[in-house]
Structures are given as structure tokens and as C-alpha cells.
């Protein structure tokens, strides 16, 4: 009996490349309760970059490896229409809007001007922590400055 490995293997080994029945690497289903879902899109886009793989396939390799929850999940978001009916483009906005729909600008900044450098973190640790935080506050071309600013504001150590 084949473990999870080799059967996402045999998934992306059957819609080869060219005349090749291989791809290079391996793309594995994507488990919607234990996958982060932007990253594993991103590998996904890598992975069908990396093989050549064509606008139709890519669409159905996609639909494919989404697996049992995610191609349920993505029916229900298409309804009435079919998953096939759409692009690939319009099938990964659907379901990312669903899966991460876009947290509220304000709530957002005030948790990045609100955070502060834990006892236990490291300044590296802190100023990533930030980094990551600003993401949805849409600073624009003030990102620099108020990364710099929070980061004098909150970091514990007053002789920095």
C-alpha cells in the first residue's frame, strides 16, 4: 500500500511534460485543515513553472491536487457553475478569498502600532515579527518608516 509520499508522487507523475511521463520534483495534495494555502500555491506555481506545464493542464493538475476537501470546497464556491468552467486564475481567487479573506485595515494597524518585543524575543524575531504584521496595514511607501518607528517604540531594550 503506497504511503501519502508516493501517492502525491503518482499524481503529478501521471500528467508529465512533453512526451516525458516525469516531472521534476514533486507536488503534494494540498490538506486544506493543515496546509498554509498561499504557500502551497506558490509551490504549486513553482512546481508547474518549473515542469513546462501548459494553461490546461496546469488548471487540472490544480483542480486535481486540491484534493477531497479542497475540490469539494472549490464545487461549492463555483456553484452553479462547474469548476472546469473557469479559470485557473478565478479557481485559486475563489477559493483564497474563502480560505483568507482580507483582514480589516484597521484592526490591522492597530495591532502592528500596539505590538511590542516580547521578553522571551530576540530583537531579529521581533523586527520579523513586524514585518510579517504589516502586511495587510497598506502602508505604501511609509512601509520603511513605520517598520523603524514601531520598531524603536517597541523594542524593550531602551540603550537601542
Not at 141 to 159: A, M, P, Y
Request: aromatic share 10%; with cysteine; charged share 30%.
Amino acid at each position: 500500500m503506497p504511503n501519502e509520499q508516493d501517492s502525491s508522487q503518482v499524481v503529478t507523475q501521471a500528467f508529465g511534460v512533453g512526451n516525458s511521463r516525469f516531472c521534476i520534483g514533486q507536488m503534494s495534495e494540498l490538506r486544506l485543515k493543515d496546509d498554509d494555502f498561499n504557500a502551497w500555491v506558490e509551490r504549486f506555481e513553482l512546481y508547474v513553472n518549473l515542469n513546462e506545464i501548459n494553461k490546461h493542464k496546469k488548471k487540472l493538475m490544480f483542480l486535481t491536487l486540491l484534493g477531497d476537501d479542497g475540490y469539494s470546497l472549490v464545487r461549492d464556491l463555483c456553484t452553479p457553475k462547474k469548476p472546469l468552467d473557469l479559470s485557473y486564475d478565478d479557481l485559486k481567487k475563489s477559493l483564497s478569498d474563502y480560505i483568507n479573506p482580507k483582514p480589516n485595515l484597521i484592526t490591522e494597524r492597530y495591532k502592528f502600532k500596539e505590538r511590542k518585543q516580547a521578553a522571551d524575543e530576540t530583537i531579529i524575531q521581533f523586527s520579523t515579527a513586524l514585518k510579517k504584521m504589516s502586511e495587510f496595514c497598506e502602508f505604501a511607501t511609509s512601509l520603511n518608516e513605520s517598520l523603524r518607528d514601531k520598531f524603536i517604540w517597541g523594542v524593550k531594550d531602551n540603550n537601542i
